[in-house]
């Protein structure tokens, strides 16, 4: 942003940053850009001071907000080792598979439907995402939505491996409780 003037603000967005500056707005309860423009005008919305002044504090900020980056990245990496590099975990939907082989005179769609549903890598991988999802903070979501990582202090400790293996098992129960409905109304509805 630059301030030329008193009278003129310029703001320069890069592609995509005018669908999250829309998303931010809505958040605060303002229909569209112009309609939040005219607030800042009219004071009823705070502008972020970028004087020289507080540069140091944005500088302060920053590092913090880089910290926050810093262990998503971690914990992705843990993920990926615990999930991919030295696996851990394995999905069975044998048990499944064996109800679907059980009936005779099934659906050849509802057969191959149910076989992609049962795609043991593609579950793993969903449930590595939720996973890592539960474990990271979203930095970059928090700044969209004015949140700031006050000081290193307020990041958590990694996950260990107990803490991923217990997510892991709420994930893979999840999946078990959607599949015990979907695999058997199904079959149902393909005989």
């Known amino acids: 942003m630059t301030f030329p003037d008193d009278e003129a603000v310029y703001i320069s967005l890069r592609k995509g940053t005018y669908e999250r500056l829309q998303a931010v707005i809505t958040d ?68 499944y598979r064996e109800m679907i082989d059980m009936v005779s005179g099934l659906d050849t769609n509802v057969r191959e439907g149910l076989d992609k549903y049962l795609n043991e890598s593609k579950i793993l991988s969903d449930i590595y995402l939720k996973v890592r999802n539960h474990f990271q903070l979203g930095a970059f979501a928090a700044c969209l939505h004015g949140e700031r990582i006050e000081s290193r202090d307020s990041l958590p400790r990694l996950p260990s491996v107990a803490d991923i293996d217990g997510r892991f098992q709420i994930e893979m129960g999840d999946v078990y409780r959607r599949a015990d409905h979907t695999v058997a109304k199904r079959i149902e509805q393909g005989t």
Do not use: T, W
Request: net charge negative; hydrophobic share 40%.
């Open 28 to 95: 605060f309860g303002v229909d569209s850009v112009i309609e939040f423009l005219e607030a800042i005008a009219d004071g009823s919305f705070g502008v972020y001071d970028m004087s020289e002044s507080s540069n140091e504090n944005l500088a302060r900020e920053q590092e913090f907000q880089e910290e926050a980056i810093n262990y998503d990245q971690e914990v992705k990496k843990l993920c990926i080792l615990h999930f991919f590099k030295e696996p851990r975990y394995v999905v069975d939907m044998s048990r």
